[in-house]
């Protein structure tokens, strides 16, 4: 099974780049998209409403949730609401924003939102949500853009350290050696290495969505919390990469490919890996590709600076050209409160975005605890505008990262950045 990727590929950065250069084309032009073309008409604030709705689907099982979903929403409401999966998600907005016809309601993944909030692609509801505070900061944090929270996060995953508990046995661990430090991250994986020369101790991806983890928990991360600044050149960021390649020469640490596996879920369902980082969707490849390896959760080591872990989140945008803005905010309302959230975390193995759902999300799934504990703290993707082909040179420079320089890297980084950021 490939790897459900969180991180997009250069096909669908330079699609992206595409669709938020037409957008930026459009918004110098005058409001970013065509006044007379229909969903520019006068806005329908009351009554029923003939709401579109573009998802990105992990497959059937979330597209009929939503329908499901959606058609209990209509029969109390007297909206509807058109279930539609995307085949090309940013394609197809940027195709939609820039023909001036957008859906009401889409699906907006948290590298993309910046780029889209920037040229008021998107209408800045979050806040008439009820109980807005409830999501998580660290998520609402996510989808700010110059100070306004845009749009709510439907769901959110997180990395934990993934242990194989057959092959941890083997080499003589126990529950007390699960790593909570680096340095324990350190000294359990030369103790694998020495047990099982045959088997690497760690696989972790070979981008900064995997990677990324170590420089927060080093203190640092590529921009300011607000996206204005470029901070890539840090000196906890090279603590960080420093680190990993550290893991990398002596072997403790592989990458992917290093082992003959697409993503760090192969190598370690293939038993190639005694641990590895990932988020929670690695529990539905385990269960269709991998049902009889045994493993276990765990919060991540914990860096300089503390803990530290990414996220990756997708809000419920709502599109400024809307003729059904007030419906379209009643929906989202509806497939965000608490008992709805757990509805499609039992459908499709999300978690809750609200704190609320956070106890009825742990008994019910109570091996994934590690990965919703982690949400106080965890780092979400990079929140600044045209930074695809930043981060996307930055995820070469990585698989680099065994012979090379983590400060070059990272001056680099730095370098692209700012001109990115325009500072």
């Known amino acids: 099974m490939k790897q459900p990727t969180k991180q997009h590929s250069l096909r669908t950065a330079a699609l992206a780049a595409l669709a938020v250069g037409t957008l930026a084309t459009s918004a110098a032009c005058g409001s970013g998209f065509d006044d007379s073309a229909g969903q520019s008409s006068a806005p329908q604030s009351s009554g029923p409403a003939s709401l579109q709705v573009l998802i990105g689907s992990s497959g059937d099982a979330e597209t009929?949730?939503?329908?499901?979903?959606?058609?209990?929403?209509?029969?109390?409401?007297g909206s509807t609401a058109t279930i539609t999966p995307?085949?090309?998600?940013?394609?197809?907005?940027?195709?939609?924003?820039?023909?001036?016809?957008?859906?009401?309601?889409?699906?907006?993944?948290?590298?993309?939102?910046?780029?889209?909030?920037?040229?008021?692609?998107?209408?800045?509801?979050?806040?008439?949500?009820?109980?807005?505070?409830?999501?998580?900061?660290?998520?609402?944090?996510?989808?700010t853009h110059d100070g306004t929270f845009y749009c709510v996060p439907k769901d959110f995953s997180t990395l934990a350290l993934i242990v194989n508990d057959d092959l941890w046995k083997k080499a003589g661990l126990t529950d007390a050696d699960v790593p909570t430090t680096w340095e324990q991250?350190?000294?359990?994986?030369?103790?694998?290495?020495?047990?099982?020369?045959?088997?690497?101790?760690?696989?972790?991806?070979?981008?900064?969505?995997?990677?990324?983890?170590?420089?927060?928990?080093?203190?640092?991360?590529?921009?300011?919390?607000?996206?204005?600044?470029?901070?890539?050149?840090?000196p906890e960021n090279v603590a960080g990469l420093s680190y990993v390649q550290g893991?990398?020469?002596?072997?403790?640490?592989?990458?992917?490919?290093q082992v003959d596996a697409g993503w760090g879920g192969e190598a370690f369902g293939?038993?190639?890996?005694?641990?590895?980082?990932?988020?929670?969707?690695?529990?539905?490849?385990?269960?269709?590709?991998?049902?009889?390896?045994?493993?276990?959760?765990?919060?991540?080591?914990?860096?300089?600076?503390?803990?530290?872990?990414?996220?990756?989140?997708?809000?419920?945008?709502?599109?400024?050209?809307?003729?059904?803005?007030?419906?379209a905010i009643a929906f989202v309302e509806a497939m965000?409160?608490?008992?709805?959230q757990m509805a499609f975390a039992k459908a499709f193995g999300v978690m809750p975005s609200r704190q609320s759902a956070k106890d009825a999300f742990t008994?019910?799934?109570?091996?994934?605890?590690?990965?919703?504990?982690?949400?106080?703290?965890?780092q979400g993707p990079v929140n600044a505008a045209k930074m695809d082909s930043v981060l996307a040179d930055f995820d070469t420079a990585i698989q680099q990262l065994p012979a090379g320089d983590p400060e070059k890297i990272l001056a680099n980084l730095q370098k692209n950045t700012q001109a990115a950021l325009g500072n």
């Open 64 to 77: 009929n949730a939503l329908r499901a979903a959606a058609q209990t929403w209509s029969a109390s409401s």
């Open 86 to 143: 995307a085949q090309d998600l940013t394609q197809q907005l940027g195709q939609a924003f820039a023909g001036s016809n957008p859906p009401d309601v889409f699906y907006v993944d948290a590298a993309r939102f910046a780029d889209y909030a920037s040229v008021g692609a998107l209408e800045p509801y979050a806040d008439k949500i009820s109980d807005s505070a409830d999501f998580y900061p660290g998520l609402r944090e996510t989808f």
């Open 185 to 234: 991250l350190t000294s359990v994986s030369r103790k694998l290495k020495e047990k099982a020369p045959d088997v690497a101790p760690l696989v972790i991806g070979d981008t900064r969505d995997r990677v990324g983890a170590f420089m927060v928990e080093a203190g640092g991360w590529i921009v300011s919390p607000d996206g204005k600044k470029a901070t890539a050149d840090s």
């Open 247 to 257: 893991l990398l020469k002596e072997k403790l640490a592989r990458f992917p490919k």
């Open 270 to 327: 293939k038993a190639k890996a005694a641990m590895t980082i990932e988020g929670n969707w690695i529990k539905g490849a385990m269960k269709a590709d991998y049902p009889d390896v045994k493993y276990s959760a765990h919060e991540l080591p914990a860096g300089p600076k503390g803990k530290g872990t990414l996220s990756f989140t997708t809000c419920w945008g709502i599109a400024a050209k809307s003729r059904y803005k007030e419906q």
């Open 336 to 340: 965000t409160k608490a008992d709805q």
């Open 363 to 378: 008994q019910a799934f109570p091996e994934d605890a590690p990965f919703v504990d982690s949400a106080e703290y965890a």
